[in-house]
């Protein structure tokens, strides 16, 4: 049976679909993410193993890694010394001597190609409401070429060591000290000043220097080597904050697994396409083409140049920040395009896909309204409003070239809502 | 002659007073303040006396200073030293041993009651573009019971002497260290991330710490007394910054002094009533009756609690901040009571009756139009719109108990345009 939307989730008793989506939203709505340590992604990532590199999107194949991906896949087992040469990865990809993940099996998630490697720092994120824990790893910099976004060469290189073995000690550090930073009351705040803590994190970066301040000010005292280069380079990095926002998100959403519920626990793509998870579907993807796109480029770059190779910080709109939120953040329209009224119009169009209304993420503009949370499947195929997402956009060749609006792709919402028909129906 | 408004400006030539207007306007879009040092009151502000205590609001005589501002006289002659008792403070005053001077005579602004005493430090505020100075004293710090809101107890005298001794010392040598900061773009960034700089500074306040941040981290290394204990006060205080936007306002409105100019270049009050300036009309003060409120009051507190004991912090409205920006500072909504919608409004209502559009401060929900600027007298009384302005509220017995928005009284619009037409009809 096929109801109207083109898909069988019809067949299911609607009461038993909203209490399920009730609890998973009460759930999302209880998260309350904390970032307690930074740790080496091989230390502390559930079954990483020496040789692992790990990307975004719903896992695939070797061969099906292409571009930009495959590029940065590449760079990640040089920069771990997986391999010596370029064709000695692609060697070792091939024989499966180095092995590939997807972020999301190991608790994490990755921006853009969302490179991880054994070596590199991540954040620990603590969601202290369920217990579950997420991570993410380091932002590089503000440089366009960046291994999240396909380009590995000496300057990469180097930006990456930097962050292994200075940078981010000295925030593990700060953060132990610390004893925890709350990141929901933040990232709270942060919405109230400009935020909407995916594609723009200017407060949250500086909130969160804020948060350990004290820490930092004992070290620079106590003479921990590098706080000093440490504390300017995160004072200088208005992007800092998105791996903590990324990480918060993942803990949060992480936390939504329930029987039976039709909202949407993770998006994410790779160079194949979007995909999308279910909390009443446990770890299966449900995939389409990839997004669809609007966007403004930096100067110099046109649309043929754009690619897609991975990008899992969507999670953020998962729980109901970036493009759930953008109406905080108008400023983006200078990064990303657009104007006031189109961000205002997107925001409030999210109300009709969610299932409600964020208690902690509020729009000063919207009068303090919660922010719209929990996407819910069959919303999404019924009223045809696609989620939307704000997102860096890679380059043909490498590196960030602009910054945009996406959209998920219909086709996943349709094969999560068949999937789920299969599941439940006969229940 | 009396013009349709009242007044008898209209004998004026026009295309003299738009020039005139063009050029006062022009004068305080270039302005460029920078704070460039803190040091007592005494030693910088021009003219500046041991036994002088300056207040907010047009100059008055000791008699008629009555309630909270009279009360912040008193306790300003205390905390200096200049009478041991309440009874001798007066006998000071009454006597003139004890001299009271208004602070925009003496280049400086108040909050409030605007307190100045000699051995006060005050932020050193250079206009780079036209060669003159601004000053402002330093925020006492969250607590409701504040000198400038008319208390002075053993609670406030601590504080206070804790800025002297502590907090000033440290900010002016990371100023100094810094070799200053450029307010105009840090003000521009805040109105980014949800600020106006008058009724709301958190992003400011962060903005600035991170500008003075490298000096600070230095000063630990080289254990200056103090440094951490400032640098989290300053990191908890989100109202640190508005002494900064005033004093760069001061800096600012005072480069405006144009030959023929009906722009407004001073709004203030005192407990008899609001007062403006002129461009065009040099030093003169034109007086009307306090200003027309609505307001939010914290809880326990009452209307006709309400009083009035000096502002001068609508500076920050004369050079296109505060209520001209509030549409940046949506999360005000909280803070001092109306919505969204209605703050808005307001804001969009400030074109009515300004010369231009700022070049530097935008307003993000505007598309970046730049701020209301440069409020024009013939405007306000053609219109019959009159400047909005957000400020803290006073409480009859001292103490903050609120925050809301004022109108200027129209009564001070017309004294000025009958001064301006009997000054300039003769030309």
């Not at 935020?195 to 000010?217: G, K, M, Q, T, Y």
């Not at 009223?383 to 939307?388: A, D, S, T, Y």
Request: aromatic fraction near 8%.
């Amino acid at each position: 049976m096929v109801n109207a939307a083109g898909t069988r989730a019809g067949t299911v008793d609607s009461t038993f679909i909203d209490a399920a989506n009730e609890k998973a939203f009460a759930r999302l709505d209880a998260a309350d993410p904390w970032v307690v340590d930074v740790a080496p992604a091989g230390d502390v990532l559930p079954g990483y193993r020496a040789n692992l590199v790990l990307t975004s999107g719903a896992p695939m194949e070797w061969a099906e890694y292409v571009g930009g991906q495959r590029e940065a896949l590449i760079g990640g087992a040089l920069f771990e010394g997986l391999a010596a040469t370029r064709e000695e990865a692609i060697a070792g990809f091939d024989s499966g001597e180095i092995e590939i993940g997807a972020c999301h099996d190991y608790a994490a998630v990755g921006s853009l190609a969302g490179i991880y490697t054994a070596s590199m720092p991540v954040f620990v994120v603590e969601n202290r409401a369920h217990g579950n824990i997420g991570f993410c790893n380091f932002y590089e910099g503000k440089e366009p070429r960046r291994l999240n976004y396909g380009c590995y060469d000496e300057g990469v290189h180097q930006r990456l060591l930097h962050v292994n073995t200075v940078l981010a000690p000295v925030v593990g550090e700060a953060i132990r000290r610390t004893e925890g930073v709350a990141l929901k009351p933040l990232i709270a705040r942060a919405l109230r000043m400009g935020d909407e803590v995916h594609s723009r994190n200017a407060a949250a970066s500086i909130l969160f220097n804020r948060e350990i301040l004290p820490a930092i000010l004992d070290m620079v005292r106590d003479d921990v080597p590098g706080v000093q280069e440490s504390m300017l380079h995160l004072a200088e990095n208005d992007y800092f904050f998105l791996r903590l926002s990324m990480a918060a998100a993942k803990a949060s959403a992480d936390a939504m697994i329930v029987e039976g519920s039709t909202l949407v626990s993770a998006m994410a793509f790779s160079c194949r396409g979007f995909a999308i998870k279910l909390a009443g579907l446990g770890d299966q993807w449900f995939e389409g083409p990839p997004p669809i796109h609007q966007g403004k480029l930096f100067k110099g770059h046109t649309e043929d140049e754009i690619t897609w190779m991975g990008g899992e910080s969507p999670i953020t709109e998962t729980v109901g920040l970036g493009g759930f939120a953008q109406a905080c953040a108008l400023s983006l329209q200078d990064y990303q395009g657009g104007s006031p009224d189109v961000m205002i119009e997107r925001n409030r169009e999210m109300y009709e896909i969610t299932h409600g209304e964020n208690g902690t993420y509020r729009i000063p503009l919207f009068s303090f309204q919660g922010t719209p949370t929990g996407v819910d499947a069959r919303k999404v195929l019924d009223k045809g409003i696609l989620p939307v997402m704000d997102v860096g956009l890679a380059g043909r060749d490498g590196g960030q070239i602009g910054a945009g609006v996406i959209r998920a792709p219909r086709e996943c919402f349709e094969q999560a809502m068949n999937a789920y028909a299969e599941r439940y129906e006969s229940r």
